[in-house]
């Protein structure tokens, strides 16, 4: 049984927080795409950033920055251009847009972070940049909506959460965000998630519980193949619970991280959920593995495999697309060892094939993909190879012709 529950409120749910989104003109849409996220105070501060070698100049100016400093007080998200590729020209609009930040909520500068998403090649538009930061801090309030609005860029809803659990008798929350839907195969981790939390917590400690919440969570997730050049995880931990402050590995710290691990999860299910032209949400459950980490690598293998994802888009059972790409993982196993199972069905058993009702598999694969959102649309795939105690959970989507006609006509 699980020590938190789900509380309204998102990012801003955490107390000492306030957001705000805006639309400064930097989508040609007019939609939102500007967004800010201020801590009260300022707080210990952790990222997990892409691990593309192509990278936007927010991943380099906060890498930096928390390397030299691990804390801040806001943190500033721009959509519609992705600033990568940009060079030292890029590089300067970022830090002319945490200094516009600072200056207008009179704090360091230091103490701002960035996050950009968009079309890869294109610098922030800086004059609707420069134009709206004094309405963005005028809009900042504990509704988190239109921020969470604003990171968007080919999402179809907005991805938000928030959490609490008992600290002593004091409650402790973490509130997320995050936008993604296509370019989704994080290596850190266009991917973006933001946390915010007001336990005390060290500098070093909170850095590895959001390293591994990644790993369990964000890491499991993929769309289409593609690591952004952009994938950024940023995680504020401000204090204004005031409960005791964790500093170290134990049961206080054991909890905290199991409730970050589950915000985490929820919001990287809701991205593959959100796959570009997605039907449902593919979920793949492996075991059996020597450790964990195997697990993982044959669950997102198996998730992320173009023939497993077209042939559940088609509502095909074809099993055989589910082994190879679990034989493919670079995991070493036994292959008479192979078990899968679709949904209740079970598909082979001890490297065999088993005798199964198509028409029920199949409908099966129909169900799942008129299902609620995030609820009943999620094609359950489990896979055992051995009788290791290695577990590990993978999502993603299934590949649509949407999805093609997206990527095709994305800039033009």
Not at 7 to 32: D, E, Q, V
Not at 81 to 109: C, F, H, K, M, R
Not at 165 to 180: F, L, S, T
């Amino acid at each position: 049984m699980t020590s938190w529950i789900t509380i309204p409120g998102g990012i801003t749910a955490p107390k000492g927080y306030r957001a705000s989104g805006i639309a400064a003109g930097l989508k040609p849409s007019g939609s939102p795409d500007l967004a800010l996220i201020v801590s009260d105070v300022e707080a210990i501060a952790a990222g997990v950033f892409t691990t593309n070698q192509v990278c936007a100049a927010c991943v380099d100016y906060c890498r930096q920055k928390l390397a030299h400093k691990p804390s801040a007080q806001a943190i500033l998200c721009n959509a519609g251009q992705a600033n990568a590729g940009t060079g030292i020209q890029g590089y300067g609009d970022a830090g002319e847009s945490a200094l516009l930040v600072a200056q207008t909520l009179e704090i360091p500068t230091d103490l701002v972070l960035l996050a950009s998403t968009g079309v890869i090649g294109q610098r922030i538009r800086m004059e609707q940049l420069r134009s709206g930061i004094p309405s963005l801090v005028s809009a900042l309030s504990q509704s988190g909506e239109m921020a969470a609005k604003a990171i968007t860029t080919t999402d179809t809803v907005i991805k938000t959460i928030a959490m609490e659990m008992v600290v002593g008798d004091r409650p402790v929350r973490i509130g997320g965000m995050a936008k993604g839907s296509g370019m989704i195969h994080p290596q850190m981790a266009t991917m973006l998630g933001f946390i915010t939390c007001d336990a005390v917590v060290s500098p070093s400690l909170w850095q590895q519980m959001l390293s591994r919440a990644a790993d369990a969570s964000f890491n499991q997730i993929t769309v289409d193949g593609d690591t952004s050049t952009n994938d950024t995880l940023l995680a504020l931990a401000n204090g204004q619970s005031r409960t005791p402050a964790i500093t170290e590995r134990g049961a206080e710290a054991d909890r905290l991280e199991a409730m970050l691990t589950a915000v985490c999860v929820y919001l990287a299910r809701a991205i593959a959920r959100d796959g570009e032209g997605a039907t449902c949400l593919i979920e793949v459950h492996v075991m059996g593995t020597k450790d964990d980490r195997e697990a993982r690598i044959i669950a997102r293998t198996i998730a992320g495999s173009s023939l497993v994802k077209s042939a559940i888009f088609g509502r095909d059972p074809n099993w055989g697309r589910i082994a190879a790409a679990a034989g493919r993982a670079g995991v070493p196993f036994n292959q008479n060892d192979l078990r899968i199972q679709l949904g209740d069905t079970r598909l082979m058993d001890h490297g065999q094939p088993l005798n199964f009702d198509h028409t029920v598999a199949h409908l099966y694969l129909q169900q799942a993909a008129s299902g609620a959102y995030l609820q009943d649309d999620t094609v359950l795939i489990q896979v055992s190879v051995g009788d290791g105690p290695g577990c590990g959970v993978g999502w993603g989507c299934d590949l649509s012709y949407d999805y093609v006609k997206i990527n095709a006509e994305y800039t033009t």
